[in-house]
């Protein structure tokens, strides 16, 4: 896997976590930090180590993920044990 992330979410519109606030799995909370910009070590090879020379696949992100000049996909969450009562419970998702 490319861009190596710690959790995958099946399901819902194709990035629909742009708009996530909080998340909570279990009684475990989680609040978004933003985005994931995302840079060249997604055009590696794991394997040798050698950049491909299509610069896929962040020139296709790049194409139409673009925000304020940084390539985003995904999010960000920090886990947030303490917040769960003072949080709106319409962005929880």
Known sequence: MRFRPN???????????????????????????GGCNRCQMINFYQQTGQVKKTNEPLATLASYRRVKGKI???????YDPGNKARLDTNSWL
């Open 72 to 78: 985003l996909f995904g999010i960000l969450l920090r």
């Open 7 to 33: 959790l995958v979410i099946f399901g819902g519109e194709p990035y629909a976590e742009d708009g996530w606030r909080n998340l909570r799995i279990g009684n475990t909370y989680f609040s978004s930090l």
